[in-house]
């Protein structure tokens, strides 16, 4: 091993770089060797690592019982459990936004769904040729297309509920078998799938009489 | 049996379990308790909008610990953490409370006092994004590849910084020592 060391050269570039593995202890034998021996004939290198290595030993001991001593406040948890049960005011906010937003683009595709559709089934129901009078009395009396949209209010409630009830998370906390194989938890409930709250788009005909 | 009225009581498992642990590393993050309890809530808070996303490709513990990281990062960028911790004074005295034990002697007080007096003022020493890693590393004892898939970053990154945190950290180090061990060194 250390006739194959003596035979390689390692510069200050290369040990400043392994200083940290050298630390962590990860090094081969041969790497040890080599960064020791450059150690030992530079004082800038060994320097440094009595630098890096007072502060390793510094952080590993001190870094954790230092931590471990904070205790955080005694409402805090309680307080972060009452704000999540009856919402934070940002929070209630951004729903009230996206839930207007989510009603407002659900009007919207209803809206132009059924003005496309009337002007397709207006387009085709009509002759090419371009009436020459207009005759209010019998344009009266013609059936004129309408569009049903019928809607499940269920689904409707179900989208608007969307974003205050978190997808996936169950009625009750995980168990143990919730948690799969090194500790990761498994999802609870897939996310729920939100289907159209449209039933059926249905073209009728009302007469204006009726 | 009481009926499920919100979702909020679905996660209160969740608080009990992490809400310490994360509390503390953003303590150790912030520098200040204040902050650090505002940044609590706002992980719990962000954990419950986006339950949903949760892969279970990680622990849970640690998707709750990426989360912190992105909101102290976004905190940061918007108050510009480092001139702001590193300019008042009273954060200092406002940190130091926070290892404030009643039931300590004053023995007890005094030298848990200065060995946080030291930590604060190592990491003071730190860029925010060395302290990062300083934590994952020294405290929640993480390897470099879980350090990297935590920061999002590759290894020779996290170990780069790690290396640049730890000469900081020791050149700090050695302008805190006590004067009589200079005197013995020189």
Redesign the interface.
């Known amino acids: 091993m250390n006739e194959e060391a003596s035979n390689m050269e390692i510069n200050c570039v290369d040990t ?1 770089a392994r ?2 593995d050298l ?1 962590d202890g990860s090094l081969d034998d041969i790497e040890k060797t080599l960064i020791e021996e450059h150690l030992a004939g530079c004082q800038r290198c060994r320097k ?1 690592l ?7 030993q ?3 001991t ?12 005694e409402f ?2 309680l ?10 005011d940002r ?1 209630q906010q951004g729903h009230r936004t996206r839930k207007v937003w989510a009603t407002a683009a659900a009007v919207a595709i209803l809206v132009t769904a059924a003005l496309a559709y009337n002007l397709i089934y207006n387009t085709q129901d009509k002759p090419d040729t371009p009436p020459a009078k207009s005759t209010p009395t019998v344009a009266a009396n013609k059936p004129e297309p309408r569009i049903i949209v019928i809607i499940n209010p269920n689904l409707l409630k179900q989208i608007q509920r969307r974003d ?11 168990s143990d078998d919730d948690y ?1 194989p ?6 609870i409930r897939p ?1 729920p799938q939100v289907q159209s709250p449209v039933l059926m788009v249905k073209p009728v005909q009302f007469n204006r009489d009726m | 049996m009481e009926a ?1 009225t ?8 969740i ?2 379990a992490y ?2 642990k994360i ?3 953003a ?2 993050l912030l520098m200040n ?1 204040h902050e650090a ?1 505002d940044l ?2 706002d992980v ?2 962000a954990v ?5 996303r ?7 513990y640690t998707w709750l610990y990426k989360i912190m990281l992105n909101l102290f990062r976004k905190r940061r960028s918007k108050r510009k953490l480092l001139q702001w911790s590193f300019n008042q004074g009273d954060d200092r005295q406002d940190f130091d409370v ?2 404030i ?1 009643e039931g300590d002697s004053p023995e007890t007080a005094v030298e ?1 006092a200065e ?2 007096h ?2 604060a003022d ?1 990491l003071r020493g730190l860029s925010p994004k060395h302290r990062e890693v ?2 994952l ?3 929640e004892e993480k390897s470099y590849r879980e350090i990297a898939d935590v920061v999002g970053c590759s290894e020779g990154t996290i ?1 780069s910084r ?2 640049h ?3 900081q ?6 302008d805190l020592k006590p004067s009589r061990n200079r005197e013995q060194g020189g």
């Not at chain 1, 001190?62 to 406040?73: F, K």
């Not at chain 1, 090194?182 to 999802?187: A, H, I, S, V």
Request: aromatic share 10%.
């Open positions: 400043s200083l940290l630390l440094k009595d630098q890096m290595s007072g502060a390793h510094f952080l590993q001190e870094l954790p019982q230092v931590t471990d001593s904070i205790s955080a406040p805090l948890g307080r972060i459990k009452h704000m999540l049960s009856h919402g934070n929070w205050t009830m978190p997808a996936g998370l169950g009625e009750k906390a995980p799969l090194g500790g990761r938890l498994r999802r996310a | 499920k919100s979702p909020g009581s679905d996660f209160e498992w608080v009990d809400h310490e509390y503390r590393a303590c150790m308790r309890e609590t809530q719990f808070l419950m909008k986006s339950y949903s949760f892969r279970g490709d990680s622990s849970l926070l290892f034990d848990k060995r946080a030291r930590i190592v300083v934590m590393r020294f405290y170990k790690l290396h945190a730890l000469k950290a020791g050149g700090r180090l050695q």
